[in-house]
């Protein structure tokens, strides 16, 4: 492979989604369609068997093209020679949560998981329930200790958002920015 070849490979991330059947598909609807945008990045996308059903029930759209069977390891992105730059996974369901903090890798949404973490890669969960049952909580503390960024999917009101769509969009932008695929805008920092 020629040398200017490798250098353009070397500087597009490559993110990872994991879509899970927890409520609150819209989050995943808005970070997917801003990474399929966005030319520097290069997005592999996994939906559970129930996000597959869920997504369109919340979301009223089709689900998107391309999709990564959850129920096989043939992946890149389920190699340590291979990880992804980033996986996120929203929103992410506490049984999810529970197998990756177990160390269970069940399906390709748990081993990227459990590659992320064994690779030192950036894993990000947003987790999906309130309350939080103290199983819960020492969960995502483990998972918080293995590397992983706890991203509950609380937007927040300090921006005045004038409708739900400002509001998911203001959350979205804080994950891509911890993601390190967008800086967060002006207008979706806190300003006094």
Not at 35 to 52: G, H, Y
Not at 72 to 90: C, E, H, L, P
Not at 93 to 104: D, E, L, N
Not at 109 to 131: G, M, N
């Amino acid at each position: 492979m020629p040398e200017h070849a490798l250098q353009n490979n070397m500087t597009r991330k490559r993110v990872a989604i994991g879509v899970t059947g927890a409520s609150g598909q819209i989050y995943a609807q808005y970070i997917i369609t801003e990474l399929l945008a966005n030319p520097s990045v290069e997005t592999d996308i996994v939906f559970t068997d129930t996000a597959r059903q869920v997504y369109p029930a919340e979301t009223g759209a089709a689900l998107p093209a391309g999709l990564i069977p959850n129920n096989t390891y043939f992946n890149r992105n389920a190699s340590g020679s291979n990880a992804a730059d980033v996986f996120i996974i929203i929103p992410c369901t506490m049984g999810t949560i529970g197998r990756i903090a177990a160390g269970t890798s069940d399906d390709l949404i748990c081993r990227i998981a459990d590659v992320q973490l064994k690779e030192r890669k950036r894993l990000i969960i947003v987790p999906r329930e309130t309350p939080y049952s103290l199983i819960h909580l020492r969960n995502m503390t483990t998972l918080t200790e293995a590397g992983a960024i706890i991203a509950p999917a609380s937007p927040s009101f300090y921006t005045n958002p004038k409708d739900l769509q400002e509001l998911i969009q203001n959350f979205t932008s804080r994950i891509l920015d911890l993601a390190g695929v967008a800086e967060l805008s002006r207008e979706h920092r806190w300003m006094p």
